[in-house]
């Protein structure tokens, strides 16, 4: 772990936006004006008192912040190793990390006189959080969504329009997130004078992944703190599932420097490890750009992207984040990856025995989590990052197992 220490953590990304070979800027001219003036916003409020002031009272009054760390005995007691905890970002307000990032950024753009917003989603669980933000602030909001994601998720196409967003279905190509984010770009570019584009996760160009990493860096801070007071030590081991990968880097990020505490990414492994059937870009992913930025993408030969596959929609998304390449390359974020087989059974599991319904997103996480608590003695300590709570995938696990509704 001696290179991961040699590591000066707030220096990444370098000030074009590499995190090494990955991350950067791709994209058409027209938005390189409108990433620039992102970024120095960004920069102004990043070491502003007052900006962060006024954000960790928004954190508090209006997302429920900080979070519990919980100590998940009985599935401890199930698993007969390390002790296991549950960050529980399940509990902020509209259930998952997202709203960290959605609050902070719709602040910036109130900073920025940017009276509307536009935003992207895939399962509709950042658009909420993002439309909530929009209500609280007064801005007008837009989010695109696949028009296959609208009818799948039509509960939280309901949620966002009563916050009083307005949803634009997409109907390109696959119908999902990839083509939302296309069309949200689109619009971003035509209205960048008075618009903001909330993007969900640790991913696209610069600033983005450096600015949601900041946003999410609470959760590990948070946790830091909560697990010293609680056991008078570090843990051993952190666990989160990636998508875009904004919930890990958020808890990883404070502990980068501490070469004893082992940090693990779960990705979507879907049917196994078969072109077209899972999202676990580092087990079948190589490098390319996808969206205005350099990282591992699951593509063909001739670099089409590929189609994928996961039970969860948060991480069915064929690109990561460039800051988890590079901190993989360097050996300090180990991957791995859990089958929707085993996430179906670890989220009864973990209603059965916590009385906590996670999402099937932490559910990845939790699989790991459990794995790895087996293989550790008792008096080891294991972290695993709850980002959001399953209330939103109760009936499609109905559906699965056969229950009627
Ligand atoms: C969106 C989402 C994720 C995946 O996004 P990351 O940016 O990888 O964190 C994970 N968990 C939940 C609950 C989500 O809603």
Redesign the pocket.
Known sequence: MSTAAAIARDSLPDTAGHFGRYGGVYVPETLMTALQELEAAYLEVRTDPAFQAELRHHLKEFAGRPTELYFASRLTEHCGGAKIYFKR??LLHT????INNALAQALLAKRMGKKRIIAET??G??GVATAAACAKFGLECVVYMGAHDMERQALNVFRMRLMGAEVRGVEAGQKTLKEAINEAMRDWVTNVRHTHYIL????GSHPYPMM?RDF?RVIGREAKEQILAREGRLPDELV?????????I?LFFEFLEDPSVRLFGVEAGGHGIKRGEHAARFAGGRLGVLQGCKTFILQDGDGQIELTHSV?A??DYAAV?PEHAFYRDRGRIEFAYATDDEVLEAFQLCARLEGIIP?L??THAIVHGLKRAKALARDRIVIVNL???GDKDVQQVAKILGHQT
């Open positions: 970002e399940d259930g998952a990390h997202k895939g399962a669980q950042h969900g996760t640790a991913y949601v999410h989160a599932c990636v998508g875009g990968g904004s919930n890990a958020g969860s948060g991480l984040g999402a997103e932490s980002s959001g709570r």
